[in-house]
């Protein structure tokens, strides 16, 4: 059994065994270890990002195998006995990451039919990040301290107005 923490986490597809479909996780822990995890679920949630685990990992000819450690046993069933990492309470890196996964999943929602670069969908998921976690909190944020001129907001309320402006901020 190891303890260390997830670095990435990234779908490597799927495959059906025993009339189940099963998705392939890649993950890579801070220590250097890194292998791939079989999940009955698409979304699987014992390895995310920035968490503390434990696991085991093991090889065979067809490269590592990572999986969680479920500390359950002694006969009596405790919900499976995996103890997953704990979200509640303060620990801010581990909100920020989860800050941080969902804006970018936002960002590439509102990014993926417009031709975006990757760097722009990190650029856009930054920005939700701030304002999410209120980086740059301004005290005056009304429409008027947007526009440098008179011309200028008279210039982005008119294409407003005619419907010749999707240029928003985002």
């Known amino acids: 059994m190891k ?14 065994f025993n009339g189940k479909t099963f998705y392939k996780f890649f993950v890579t822990m801070d220590n250097g270890d890194s292998g791939e995890y079989n999940s009955v679920k698409a979304d699987q949630d014992k390895f995310v990002a920035g968490a503390e685990v434990e696991y085991e990992i093991t090889s065979n000819q067809y490269g590592n195998k990572i999986k969680p450690v479920y ?37 590439v929602d509102l990014l993926k039919d417009k031709g975006a670069k990757s760097t722009d969908v990190l650029k856009v998921a930054d920005s939700f990040v701030a304002w999410v976690l209120e980086a740059d909190k301004k005290e005056d944020t ?9 011309e200028e907001k008279i210039e982005v309320a008119t294409a407003i107005v005619n419907g010749q402006s999707d240029d928003l901020p985002f």
Do not use: W
């Not at 009304?142 to 008179?150: C, V």
């Open 3 to 16: 303890t260390a923490k997830v670095v990435s986490v990234s779908p490597k597809g799927d495959f059906s």
């Open 142 to 150: 009304t429409y008027e301290n947007h526009f440098s001129s008179r």
């Open 71 to 107: 500390n359950g046993g002694g006969g009596s069933y405790s919900g499976g006995g995996y103890s997953k990492p704990s979200y509640s309470g303060n620990n801010d890196d581990k909100q920020k990451m989860i800050v941080k996964q969902s804006c970018l999943k936002a960002a």
